[in-house]
């Protein structure tokens, strides 16, 4: 075989000379080389090869630019979540500490105990002193109808009071008025008496004369004796009445008086008495006051009773023990924070992206999103997009840049968004805040 290709390739040189002779010598056409039928096949698929890699690529470029067009991805963003603060709310020695860092606790499990008896034994006076207010307002809502009933009692008694001192008065007046009447009509006496009497003197005189002379008989001089000593016993008589009735008059004088005076006592208790609205009003301002201190107290014994739950410590939510600072026998102050609680839930994280401003032409609040997380090779959780934030990271940052200078430079600034996890994921609580992700917003 090797022998007979030799052979023919002289040949083949042989013919290809002849024919070109004869193309020079005629002037015609050069013919189309004809190439082996392998070389022809190999360039054949060159070009398929090449076809092939070219439609390759455009079919890829097209399917990268459907899939990158409709979504909207980052790397600088990481977990964020609530971080529970949790501070003594009083004062005192502690007891006990019944968690540790990094244990799992729900929602109002007790965490940290404080010395209670202080609290005990203020919860305890609470008490009585509520008790002994209560009792005191008993006292003074019973007191109300009793001085009500009292004082107006005394005001109606001080008024009839004034009426009878003053009817008594008018009587005693009268009595004065009758024993004056008496001393006229016992002093008309006195003098007609002593008339009588100075008359009888004169008679007797005339008959001593007459019966020196005997010109009359010694039994009429006897008479005008007799007459003349009864005239003298009339004057003494009327006398003593005089002074009968002058005495009746200081009686009655004494005795209006002391009308007088008890008409001014019962004026005077009336007028103490009138103030039986104000003094009842008292009384039930005091049982109003005394119903307040109640209050006062309940609203003392209700915060002494807080100050004593608050001795033990309970977990604002379920959560992993963080930041645990807290030791037993440690005297805390109220307001101290001991520990905190972070919710690993997925209602209480969320992710913090921090996209670029050319990236949120088209993201909305309720798109999907897929978030890859780095620390569990690349796992993926299902989210949406729950807002935007109002201003970019730069922006809300504590010392936000000034570009009102000659050497700005722009820059692409981030804007933070917000990814909420959908329900039903991470049953073992395995994300935490701090993690990084890398969420993929799906934007049609």
Known sequence: ????????????????????????????????????????????????????????????????????????????????????????????????????????????????????????????????????????????????????????????????????????????QKEVDAARARLNVMQSKVREATANEVRATRDLKRMEALVAKEEVSRQQYDLSVAEGESCHAQVESAMAQVREAEEGIRVAESKVAQQRAALVRAQTTVKAASTAPQQVAATQARAESAAARVQQMQAALEQTSLNLSYTTIRSPASGVINQRTVEVGQVVAAGQTLLSVIPLDVDNIWVAANFKETQLKNVRAGQAVTISVDTYGGREYRGHVESIAAASGARSSLLPPENATGNFVKVVERIPVRISFDHDQDQDHLLRPGMSVFPTVLTK
């Open 1 to 172: 075989m090797p022998h007979s290709t030799q052979s023919e390739e002289p040949e083949l040189q042989s013919g290809d000379q002849t024919a070109r002779d004869k193309t020079h010598e005629t002037g015609a056409a050069r013919p189309t080389i004809q190439l082996p039928s392998s070389r022809r096949g190999l360039l054949t698929m060159k070009w398929i090869i090449l076809l092939v890699l070219i439609a390759g690529v455009g079919v890829g470029g097209a399917r990268y630019w459907s899939y990158s067009s409709i979504r909207e991805s980052t790397d600088d963003a990481q977990i964020d979540g609530h971080l529970h603060p949790v501070s003594a709310r009083v004062g005192g020695a502690v007891l006990k500490v019944l968690v540790r860092d990094n244990q799992y606790v729900e929602q109002g499990a007790p965490l940290v105990e404080i010395d209670p008896r202080d609290y005990q034994v203020a919860l305890d006076r609470a008490r009585a002193d509520l008790a002994e207010m209560e009792a005191s307002l008993h006292v003074s809502r019973t007191e109300v109808p009793i001085s009500s009933t009292t004082t107006f009692s005394q005001l109606s008694g001080a008024e009839a009071s004034v009426g009878e001192a003053e009817a008594s008065l008018a009587a005693t």
